[in-house]
């Protein structure tokens, strides 16, 4: 069965420092989506991505966050500058935008980030 | 704006049924969903509802949706070890684009 996966499955790195996190989508997938989780809180949405672009973002998603599909696969997670409070599961999530099975959305196994 | 809202632990015993209960305020969702999410993984889709149906069943699961009340209730039938996780509900709102919001998610402990 198809699905989505992420590297690392953890990346730890010190404060101010660029992290990017990586995922590849389900191959036949147009949609892609980052979400995080702080430890002992709620899944949160961040950004959304169709046709190249960002068709939707979140507050918590401002300047130091940004995304690209560099290639035919990956779809990547940038941090320019990480923060303490950046330290969160991030889930890749992708989706074909139809209708089957409520359109479902797919969820990697998360990077777990660790700023210190 | 959107929040959704889910008690935080249930404990059942082996073979009893759960009932893991969810509530949200926005009422132009489209969809409302069940994910699981075990130690270490990922989020795991359970099963989904429509928001114009109130009830749907699969396998073990049933879904009960009161739109008047806004509650969403997920209920396992012969509740294994197996199924001890976090249960997620989340929705998809009427022009939200096709990000979820997620509950808090309930921690379920099945016990022997």
């Known amino acids: 069965e198809p699905e989505v996966t992420q590297t690392p499955s953890h990346q730890v790195t010190q404060m101010g420092q660029e992290v990017i996190l990586r995922c590849v989508p389900i191959s036949n997938h147009l949609y892609f989506y980052w979400y995080r989780q702080i430890l002992g809180q709620k899944v949160e949405f961040l950004v959304s991505?169709?046709?190249?672009?960002?068709?939707?973002k979140s507050e918590i998603f401002d300047d130091q966050f940004s995304v690209e599909r560099p290639d035919g696969s990956n779809f990547t997670l940038k941090i320019r500058s990480t923060k303490l409070e950046d330290s969160a599961m991030y889930f890749c999530?992708?989706?074909?935008?139809?209708?089957?099975?409520?359109?479902?959305?797919?969820f990697g196994p998360g990077t777990r980030l660790t700023v210190l | 704006g959107e929040d959704v809202e889910q008690s935080l632990f249930l404990s059942v015993r082996e073979g009893d049924s759960s009932v893991i209960n969810c509530t949200y305020t926005?009422?132009?969702?489209?969809?409302l969903y069940w994910y699981k999410q075990e130690p270490g993984a990922g989020l795991q889709l359970l099963t989904y509802i429509f928001s114009n149906m109130d009830m749907k069943q699969d396998q073990r699961l049933t879904v009960l949706l009161n739109k008047k009340d806004k509650h969403l209730s997920l209920r396992i039938a012969d509740t294994q070890t197996g199924d001890s996780a976090i249960y997620f509900c989340?929705?998809?709102?009427?022009?939200?684009?096709?990000?979820?919001?997620f509950g808090t998610g309930t921690q379920l402990k099945v016990e022997l």
């Open positions: 999530a992708s989706t074909s935008g139809g209708i089957g099975r409520g359109d479902e959305q797919f």
């Open positions: 989340a929705e998809r709102l009427t022009g939200g684009g096709n990000k979820l919001t």
């Open positions: 926005d009422s132009s969702s489209t969809y």
């Open positions: 991505f169709y046709n190249n672009e960002i068709s939707e």
